[in-house]
């Protein structure tokens, strides 16, 4: 998938970015986990929504925050972060000014940023949050929470517990007019080691029902995911 450079608050963002084949195609917007932690864009489950929504015939890109990679700026505690979000989707909307709508998937602090996101962008319509770490970051900005989505997690995650990822999940399910698809994957830790395929077939699954870009099968395409990766 093609590189891309992206003027960015800070300076330059590094992107890879998959344009659909699909006339007026929706958009995707992937963010990677904490960059002080490791977190970049080639991060395997930011890599692999990237490839579920390529698989949708959505336009996708998935960039570095700031000071990642080849990315310009330092670590903002993500005040910055969101301001790098938000001009990546700018990028990438003046690309495809016809596309109908956009979703945004995120893991971990890309799940923390993607959710603020949606908050300031009417224009999304969709999330998967990827083990949101409500264990750490507060999550009340959702009030209420603008559209509906799949917040998925791993069981087993010792880092971002099953216990705060459900109290979000309660909270959120109160507010009317939105639906929560809420899995829990068994037997799954932090990073879905040996449980990627349950996590891709999760996401795909959602967004089957959600009717988000073209309908895939979801066991298929985990299938292929795992091949690739072997």
Not at 76 to 91: F, H, I, N
Not at 142 to 162: K, R
Not at 216 to 221: G, L, S
Request: hydrophobic letters at 40%.
């Amino acid at each position: 998938m093609p590189e891309v450079i992206i003027n960015g608050p800070a300076g330059r963002l590094e992107g890879k970015y998959t344009h659909s084949k699909m006339t007026n195609a929706p958009l995707a917007l992937v963010l990677h986990p904490h960059p002080e932690h490791g977190g970049t864009m080639n991060n395997k489950i930011a890599y692999s929504m990237h490839q579920v929504f390529v698989a949708r015939g959505f336009s996708t890109l998935r960039f570095n925050f700031r000071g990642v990679g080849k990315s310009q700026g330092t670590h903002d505690k993500g005040e910055g972060e969101l301001s790098d979000a938000a001009s990546a989707l700018d990028w990438m909307q003046a690309l495809n000014p016809n596309a109908p709508y956009v979703w945004v998937g995120g893991f971990a602090f890309g799940a923390w940023i993607g959710m603020q996101l949606l908050m300031r962008r009417p224009e999304i319509r969709g999330f998967i949050s990827v083990t949101p770490p409500a264990n750490v970051y507060d999550f009340s900005f959702l009030a209420p929470c603008p559209t509906s989505g799949l917040i998925i997690h791993g069981a087993n995650d010792d880092m971002v517990q099953p216990q705060p990822v459900q109290k979000l999940v309660d909270k959120l399910r109160t507010q009317k007019g939105i639906k929560i698809d809420h899995r829990q994957i068994d037997g799954a830790n932090h990073f879905f080691k040996n449980k990627m395929g349950d996590l891709v077939e999760g996401i795909h699954d959602h967004m089957n029902i959600a009717q988000a870009g073209r309908n895939v099968d979801p066991a298929r395409m985990a299938e292929l995911l795992l091949a690739e990766a072997a």
